[in-house]
């Protein structure tokens, strides 16, 4: 299920702009971009808000530079909810101005880790059944 529901778009906006992606995201707005000096790093932060399933929903991706080795890191924003979560990540400005960002929905991701513990759970609820016989 997860691998056929999940969504992934990649895409070019100017602080400011909007634009409509799909039924499950109505609109994707990138409404403003910071930039600020951290303690050990400069950090670019998007301010971008999406209204998925009838919900607004504010997202901040980072990029990180670190000024002791040059490394330059992408912190993705993560908003999960029981069904789905949704991974939005800033990548690089092109020359017009825009930015580019990676919108990724997983869906069934917590469902995954549920079956795995409803696994171990079974396996132990065996092996003690045994022990008890």
């Known amino acids: 299920m997860n691998s056929i529901l999940s969504y992934e778009k990649n895409l070019n906006l100017a602080p400011g702009q909007s634009i409509s992606i799909n039924?499950?995201?109505?609109?994707?707005?990138?409404?403003?971009?910071?930039?600020?000096?951290?303690?050990?790093?400069?950090?670019?932060?998007?301010?971008?808000?999406?209204?998925?399933?009838?919900?607004?929903?504010?997202?901040?991706?980072?990029?990180?530079?670190?000024?002791?080795?040059?490394?330059?890191?992408?912190?993705?924003?993560?908003?999960?909810?029981?069904?789905?979560?949704?991974?939005?990540t800033i990548g690089d400005q092109l020359d017009n101005g825009t930015w580019t960002f990676s919108l990724k929905i997983n869906y069934f991701i917590k469902w995954i880790w549920f079956s795995a513990a409803l696994m171990v759970l079974g396996m132990l609820l065996t092996i003690f059944k045994k022990k008890a016989s």
């Open 23 to 88: 039924d499950s995201v109505r609109e994707f707005s990138f409404n403003d971009i910071r930039v600020f000096k951290a303690s050990n790093h400069d950090v670019i932060s998007a301010q971008v808000s999406l209204l998925q399933d009838g919900r607004e929903i504010s997202l901040n991706p980072q990029k990180r530079k670190y000024a002791t080795r040059g490394q330059i890191t992408s912190e993705s924003a993560i908003h999960a909810s029981v069904l789905k979560d949704t991974y939005l």
